[in-house]
């Protein structure tokens, strides 16, 4: 669940617009919170097909990111 926090603390470093509008930043930021502060609450069939599913489509979207850069 680390990871999750984890992930959740960077992008919300994210300055640039640019990037913001091409991530899930406030569905990222949100389940973050849930971990964070809600922790008695979090469905873990729902973080494991985070883990199977959005991780991966979110890799892919980073890289292409850079890609541009």
């Given at each position: 669940?680390?990871?999750?926090?984890?992930?959740?603390?960077?992008?919300?470093?994210?300055?640039?617009?640019?990037?913001?509008?091409?991530?899930?930043?406030?569905?990222?930021?949100?389940?973050?919170?849930?971990?964070?502060?809600?922790?008695?609450?979090?469905?873990?069939?729902?973080?494991?097909?985070?883990?199977?599913e959005?991780?991966?489509?979110?890799?892919?979207?980073?890289?292409?990111?850079?890609?541009?850069?």
């Amino acid at each position: 669940m680390m990871c999750f926090v984890q992930i959740g603390e960077l992008v919300n470093k994210i300055k640039s617009e640019k990037y913001k509008l091409k991530l899930p930043v406030k569905d990222i930021i949100g389940f973050r919170n849930i971990i964070t502060h809600h922790y008695d609450g979090i469905n873990y069939h729902i973080a494991e097909q985070t883990i199977a599913e959005n991780i991966p489509q979110l890799k892919i979207l980073i890289e292409e990111i850079l890609g541009e850069s």
